[in-house]
């Protein structure tokens, strides 16, 4: 257990609808990460926020977006979803610094029928 | 261009025999990390070992060690003595210094390794 959770484990939804995906760090990390894994992309960078800020942006689209809250937890909201956004998507922490390690929550699995 | 490679997509290793994962990069910064993770088909992602481009020493973590060769540009992860579950998808992931080091993990397209009884 790497202390990161992520909430819901599954989701089911259909195109075009909106969902929330939640992410909980481990415990003094200021660090958040999310990425997504899909079968033709692999693991690619989404979004890291630090401390409530974001820090930078890697390959999402304009139809996601992410917050992180004061009590550090993130969310990913996932906007007019397509077929294509279904993948598992996975929050990190660290504990903020560069070379900190970042250690994986268990990922949320989105299947957009 | 910055971008990692993972030349070996699976590998199939006796049990109890040591086994070799290969990542080769290319970048022109003197200073970066890499990031080993193993993903079993469960799919969480579990650190395994860290190496710091300047380290004098390769990492060890247990069975895992790397074989960091800064000036060929390869951080192969060997792992000893191989158990029925280290079969997994093992992802080699540096981490750029642009922005900071704030832009993430790169992963590589990982290595499915199986060991057989």
């Known amino acids: 257990d790497s202390g990161v959770t992520q909430t819901p484990k599954h989701l089911i939804t259909a195109t075009g609808q909106r969902v929330t995906l939640r992410c909980s760090p481990r415990s003094g990390d200021l660090s958040v990460y999310w990425y997504q894994q899909s079968l033709d992309q692999g693991l690619q960078f989404l979004i890291h926020y630090y401390n409530g800020e974001e820090r930078a942006k890697g390959n999402i689209l304009e139809r996601f977006s992410a917050q992180q809250f004061p009590d550090l937890h993130s969310e990913l909201n996932l906007s007019s979803l397509e077929l294509g956004d279904s993948a598992l998507y996975f929050c990190?922490?660290?504990?903020?610094?560069?070379?900190?390690?970042?250690?994986f929550g268990p990922g949320t699995r989105l299947t957009v029928l | 261009a910055q971008k990692i490679t993972q030349t070996q997509p699976g590998m199939f290793v006796q049990e109890k025999e040591a086994v070799t994962l290969d990542c080769t990069y290319d970048?022109?910064?003197?200073?970066?990390?890499l990031f080993w993770y193993k993903q079993p088909s469960s799919g969480e992602m579990i650190f395994l070992i860290y190496?710091?481009?300047?380290?004098?020493q390769n990492a060890t973590e247990g069975r895992y060690s790397l074989n960091f060769q800064k000036a060929r540009k390869s951080a192969n992860l060997v792992i000893s003595a191989s158990q029925l579950g280290d079969s997994a998808m093992y992802f080699c992931a540096p981490l750029w210094p642009r922005g900071g080091g704030a832009d993430g993990l790169t992963f590589g397209k990982g290595t499915h390794l199986i060991i057989q009884p």
């Open positions: 990190a922490s660290s504990q903020g610094q560069v070379s900190d390690t970042q250690y």
């Open positions: 190496q710091g481009s300047y380290d004098q």
């Open positions: 970048t022109s910064d003197p200073s970066y990390g």
